[in-house]
């Protein structure tokens, strides 16, 4: 599309065409008016300037809809809020967290509602109409792209090792067959039946098998009274045990002795978590730093 000569244009050419555009408009004085009116009228043809048009209206009707937010930097945990993560802290609504557990949960809500909205004022959110959390893990990576972790000298890793040996350690297990939970009398009336081999069938198939079940873990599940019992019944011989359920018909079948591990056996998988750790600790640390210029506001 052809576009008429701005000043700039007509001052630079040569001397002799000035003088002979000057002559021919002499006629006519309403001639640049007429080459103006023209200009406009195919502009305004023009399909990009109707889109153009139509996305300014378009932005200016949002901009009055969806004003943006007076704070920005101002994040609020409402007591609805709170509850929710009170009640969704255990599915089966029978225990609450404590307050620390509540606080670490609410501080985890807190960073991703930051990483979303740093994530939004960067950008990244653009084409893409994904949920909040979708936004926040794309902050996630781009904290996490920006992290360099050297590897651990050794006497960083031996330091850590000590103080997270726990972790790599074999555990004492056990292994055991146990009989759903019901009365104590019920309960003695089942031994008596396996002992004399004249269980019922559906005793058989309610008694489970429980194998390599860590120590540590059993008194979480049946209580601290059973895990003693259970550890001094002799092995193969069934017992009546109490747990924190009821009373079951009890097992033991093996126990193993657990083992210490030692650095140098797991040092490539230690080496790979403490690089993990030092990796997410540096990314939270930056989480922090963003956070200085946000308020937290609680409901009371």
């Given amino acids: 599309m052809s576009m008429p000569a701005t000043s700039n244009e007509v001052q630079s050419l040569p001397r002799t065409e000035r003088s002979n555009q000057s002559t021919d408009a002499a006629p006519g004085a309403t001639q640049p008016s007429r ?5 406009a009228t195919r502009l305004l043809r023009e399909p990009l300037l109707h889109f153009a048009l139509l996305g300014a209206v378009i932005f200016g009707v949002d901009a009055l809809l969806h004003p943006p ?71 996630q990576l781009l904290i996490f792209d920006q992290i360099r972790v050297q590897q651990p000298t050794d006497e960083q890793l031996q330091a850590w090792f000590a103080e997270n040996h726990a972790r790599f350690d074999e555990p004492e297990r056990v292994s055991f067959y146990i009989t759903a939970p019901t009365d104590q009398t019920t309960a003695q009336r089942q031994l008596e039946d396996i002992v004399q081999q004249h269980e019922t069938e559906d005793l058989q198939q309610q008694t489970r098998a429980i194998l390599a079940r860590p120590v540590a873990s059993l ?22 045990l109490r747990s924190k359920d009821g009373w079951h018909v009890a097992r033991l079948d093996s126990r193993r002795q657990g083992t210490l591990a030692s650095l140098e056996t797991v040092r490539d998988e230690a080496a790979r978590i403490w690089h993990t750790e030092e990796t997410r600790k540096l990314a939270w640390e930056a989480v922090k730093r963003l956070k200085t210029s946000y308020q937290v506001r609680y409901e009371q």
Avoid: C, H
């Fill in 35 to 39: 080459s103006i009116i023209a200009a």
């Fill in 69 to 139: 937010a007076k704070d920005e930097k101002l994040i609020t945990v409402t007591k609805a809020m709170r509850q929710s993560f009170i009640e969704n802290f255990d599915e089966d609504k029978v225990r609450t967290p404590s307050n620390d557990q509540l606080q670490k949960m609410i501080d985890s809500w807190v960073a991703s509602e930051i990483l979303y909205r740093e994530g939004k004022a960067l950008g990244v959110d653009r084409g893409d109409e994904m949920i909040r959390d979708r936004i926040a893990f794309k902050m």
């Fill in 219 to 240: 008194a979480a599940s049946f209580g601290e009274e059973f895990r003693d019992a259970l550890l001094t019944i002799p092995q193969g011989e069934w017992k009546v």
